[in-house]
């Protein structure tokens, strides 16, 4: 499966759209791009997933660029309760490779 | 509404003793999943179960062994526990034909060997 690259950390006012970027830029054709969240000292959250059209569902939207290097996971009117770390992950949709979780992005929503 | 359910939130077991963690999944989903996680290194998988009876080695399954027994039950054992497997160890559950072929975690259990 391909690596992702995201920022490290990022902060958004409350109410406005939090535009969380992803890198994948070995992903191929058939790997789709998953999105979770971690809420402090909680398990990882599901949040939306996509193979290479933009996707939208009742927690996010999903952004993928036409190349499929790179996404963007929309959160738009970000609340006090978004405040968590934010996992890119990409994968073969229906395999049972496990997948491979990197650093995240810190997500720190203020007042 | 669908569960992972991970018998325990918080454990305070001694060194050296037997320790079980427990984890319960009612989605019927075939794939069963150990992970630890702690700070700066993010989650790593201990062991992981395509089907009963099956298990397979994760990235760091020293000090630690698993029982699949029924689909819904994965048991991760740590058989002398010592202060180093002090940690978040979260229990996750997939399917290839669930809808979206992700991961369901449950709420994990924070361990501490003293």
């Known amino acids: 499966d391909a690596k992702t690259t995201q920022p490290p950390s990022m902060d958004c006012a409350e109410g406005r759209a939090a535009n969380l970027p992803c890198n994948h830029s070995?992903?191929?054709?058939?790997?789709?791009v998953y999105w979770y969240r971690q809420i402090h000292s909680q398990g990882p959250q599901y949040i939306i997933h996509?193979?290479?059209?933009?996707e939208t569902n009742e927690m996010a939207s999903l952004i993928i660029t036409e190349d499929k290097k790179s996404s963007t996971l929309i959160l738009p009117h970000a609340t006090l309760r978004d405040t968590a770390v934010y996992y890119c992950?990409?994968?073969?949709?229906?395999?049972?490779?496990?997948?491979?979780w990197g650093a995240g992005t810190k997500l720190i929503i203020k007042p | 509404d669908v569960k992972v359910t991970q018998s325990s939130r918080y454990l305070v077991k001694r060194t050296g003793e037997k320790v079980f963690l427990e984890c319960v999944q009612d989605?019927?989903?075939?794939?069963m999943f150990w992970y630890r996680q702690d700070p700066g290194l993010g989650l790593r998988l201990i062991y992981f179960?395509?089907?009963?009876?099956?298990?397979e080695k994760g990235d760091i399954p020293e000090g630690y062994s698993v029982s699949r027994e029924k689909k819904e039950r994965f048991s991760l054992i740590l058989e002398s526990a010592s202060t180093n497997q002090t940690s978040m160890y979260l229990c996750?559950?997939?399917?290839?034909?669930?809808?979206?072929?992700?991961?369901?975690f449950g709420s994990g259990t924070r361990l501490t060997v003293v």
């Open positions: 996750a559950s997939s399917s290839p034909g669930a809808e979206n072929y992700g991961y369901t």
């Open positions: 989605m019927d989903h075939e794939n």
């Open positions: 179960s395509y089907d009963v009876k099956m298990k």
């Open positions: 070995t992903i191929s054709g058939n790997e789709y």
């Open positions: 996509g193979l290479k059209n933009n």
């Open positions: 992950i990409v994968r073969v949709g229906n395999s049972n490779y496990q997948l491979i």
